[in-house]
């Protein structure tokens, strides 16, 4: 079973600073990588997806991705409470699927 | 556009019974996923389709767990006889492509 790993926190960060929030996987040859958020009792909501190497960033979020590296990140600009949620990275495995295999996600909580 | 509809959101069952989930993606996505999250941790992929076929069923217990698609539209997964490791939330999701897009869910509590 292919793998997906992050720290499950809680990450605590101060209102207005950046969370930083990190993600690698074993299988070298995948090729996309999401970022869904959950909050408690509901439903993932995907907030962003990465294809290639750099960055790229959406509003307050930056995804990052360094394939050689096997390692993904998903940084929040002016971290707000309302961004206290946990965090999932998915990966797409390079095996001809469309699965998406997910993290354990890491619990972010942003103190006034 | 109307997002992924499940039923029921909560059900509660005894062990050893059996219980069904329903699932109507969004319309026009050939992919459905079903996923089990248990409190803490990640969503695991029980059985992903592309239209009515499967594509991966790899890691649905088969003795227990059935799924169907109809029609390649709505989609039923079914567990007999439920076990108190059951319990869990039982995600639809579905995709045009990659990016998958997730019901709200159905709270599973086997007692």
């Known amino acids: 079973q292919k793998e997906v790993e992050q720290n499950s926190g809680p990450l605590s960060v101060p209102e207005g600073a950046i969370a930083s929030l990190n993600c690698t996987y074993s299988d070298r040859g995948s090729q996309s990588f999401f970022w869904y958020r959950q909050y408690s009792g509901k439903s993932p909501e995907l907030i962003m997806s990465i294809y290639s190497n750099g960055d790229k960033e959406d509003g307050r979020f930056t995804a990052q991705l360094n394939k050689a590296s096997q390692y993904v990140s998903l940084l929040i600009r002016d971290s707000q409470p309302s961004d206290s949620a946990t965090y999932l990275c998915?990966?797409?495995?390079?095996?001809?699927?469309?699965?998406?295999?997910f993290g354990t996600g890491t619990r972010l909580q942003v103190f006034p | 556009e109307a997002g992924v509809a499940q039923s029921p959101r909560y059900k509660i069952i005894e062990k050893r019974q059996s219980v069904a989930f329903w699932c109507n993606p969004i319309s026009g996505h050939a992919t459905l996923y079903w996923y089990q999250q248990i409190l803490g941790q990640g969503p695991k992929l029980l059985i992903q389709?592309?239209?009515?076929?499967?594509?991966?069923d790899s890691q649905l217990p088969k003795d227990r767990f059935s799924a169907e698609r109809l029609k390649g539209v709505d989609s039923t997964l079914k567990i007999q006889p439920a076990k108190l490791e059951d319990s869990a939330v039982y995600l639809c999701a579905s995709s045009p492509l990659m990016e998958a897009f997730f019901g709200q869910g159905t709270r599973l509590t086997v007692v």
């Open positions: 998915a990966v797409n495995p390079w095996d001809n699927t469309d699965k998406l295999i």
């Open positions: 389709f592309q239209n009515n076929g499967v594509v991966d």
